[in-house]
């Protein structure tokens, strides 16, 4: 079992930047791959940002390309996702999740095992 709890939500401008973190527990933290994802009301969950268990590899949806950043460290069993240049579609309750390392990064809900209970995000204009 792995249990994530993620933190750093919050009420910001447009414009303004966030720092989720998302703290690990349970099995050894860099056999995951980590994603982030995000669920608007009414809409679907869907990614953000994923990153493989060493770090080099990283995955971006387009919305987000060039505006937030996923990391992790590994000692502190820990992955990051910096927000800037927030937007007002970005409001949504955004997830941790992780699954055991893979080749390629997935980037489906149903790939990944463990979630924590979300962290909410609003961006008013």
């Known amino acids: 079992q792995v249990q994530l709890v993620e933190s750093g939500g919050g009420l910001v401008q447009a414009g303004g930047s966030l720092r989720l973190s998302c703290a690990a527990s349970?099995?050894?933290?860099?056999?995951?791959?980590m994603a982030w994802f995000r669920q608007a009301p009414g809409k679907e969950r869907d990614v953000v940002a994923a990153?493989?268990?060493?770090?080099?590899?990283?995955y971006y949806e387009d919305f987000v390309k060039g505006r937030f950043t996923i990391s992790r460290d590994n000692v502190k069993n820990t992955v990051y996702l910096q927000m800037n240049s927030l937007e007002p579609e970005d409001t949504a309750l955004y997830y941790c999740?992780?699954?055991?390392?893979?080749?390629?990064?997935?980037?489906?809900?149903?790939?990944?095992?463990?979630w924590g209970q979300g962290t909410q995000v609003t961006v008013s204009a």
């Open positions: 999740a992780a699954r055991l390392h893979s080749a390629v990064i997935p980037i489906y809900t149903r790939a990944y095992v463990y």
């Open positions: 349970g099995r050894p933290f860099e056999r995951y791959t």
């Open positions: 990153i493989s268990w060493h770090g080099a590899n990283t």
